[in-house]
T-cell receptor, first 116, second 109 residues
Framework: EPEVTQTPSHQVTQMGQEVILRCVPI?????FYWYRQILGQKVEFLVS????????KSEIFDDQFSVERPDGSNFTLKIRSTKLEDSAMYFC??????????????FGEGSRLTVL | GQSLEQPSEVTAVEGAIVQINCTYQ??????LSWYQQHDGGAPTFLSY????GLEETGRFSSFLSRSDSYGYLLLQELQMKDSASYFC??????????FGTGTQLKVEL
């Protein structure tokens, strides 16, 4: 069964360092997303990406964050200068259609980011 | 703004039926999805209600009432493996899934 894969599963970094989280969405999906979940809290939307551009982003997704689809398979989230409050589980997701339709997103297992 | 509120925790016994409620206040409400999450892992899609009424998928059913801004997930014949967190979510009219506060379900013997 096709699945969304994410690497690394866990990354520890020092405050102020740059981090890149990688995702391989399901191959025939067209919409890609990043969400995050701070421990014990709800899942929060960060950004959606379609046709090689950002289609929507939340207020969390400030100038420190960027996304890229560098090739036909990978989808990356970059945090330029990490802060302690960026510590969270980051989930990549993909879907066949945009979220205006049945909200079936396929999520990866997540990348846990710990900022020290 | 958008908010979807759920009880933080529900406990039930194996074999029982449990209902997890979700009340929402959203602008441009589109419909209600439900996701399951085990131990902080990947959220997994369970169901989607675009229209009022009950949708049934095996042991799980989901209900929506737009007039009451309310929905619920009904789990029947509970099994130990159903112990997980459950989130309602609004897909929105755009490309942004807004999740509820989440309910941790504990199934006991």
């Amino acid at each position: 069964e096709p699945e969304v894969t994410q690497t690394p599963s866990h990354q520890v970094t020092q405050m102020g360092q740059e981090v890149i989280l990688r995702c391989v969405p399901i191959s025939n999906h067209l919409y890609f997303y990043w969400y995050r979940q701070i421990l014990g809290q709800k899942v929060e939307f960060l950004v959606s990406f379609y046709n090689n551009e950002i289609s929507e982003k939340s207020e969390i997704f400030d100038d420190q964050f960027s996304v890229e689809r560098p090739d036909g398979s990978n989808f990356t989230l970059k945090i330029r200068s990490t802060k302690l409050e960026d510590s969270a589980m980051y989930f990549c997701a993909s879907s066949v259609r945009g979220q205006g339709f049945p909200g079936e997103l396929f999520f990866g297992e997540g990348s846990r980011l710990t900022v020290l | 703004g958008q908010s979807l509120e759920q009880p933080s925790e529900v406990t039930a016994v194996e074999g029982a039926i449990v209902q997890i409620n979700c009340t929402y206040q959203t602008s441009g409400f589109y419909g209600l999805s439900w996701y399951q999450q085990h131990d902080g892992g990947a959220p997994t899609f369970l169901s989607y209600n675009a229209l009022d009424g009950l949708e049934e998928t095996g042991r799980f059913s989901s209900f929506l009432s737009r007039s009451d801004s309310y929905g619920y997930l009904l789990l029947q014949e509970l099994q130990m493996k159903d112990s997980a967190s459950y989130f309602c979510a609004d897909p929105g009219g755009g490309n942004k899934l807004t999740f509820g506060t989440g309910t941790q379900l504990k199934v006991e013997l």
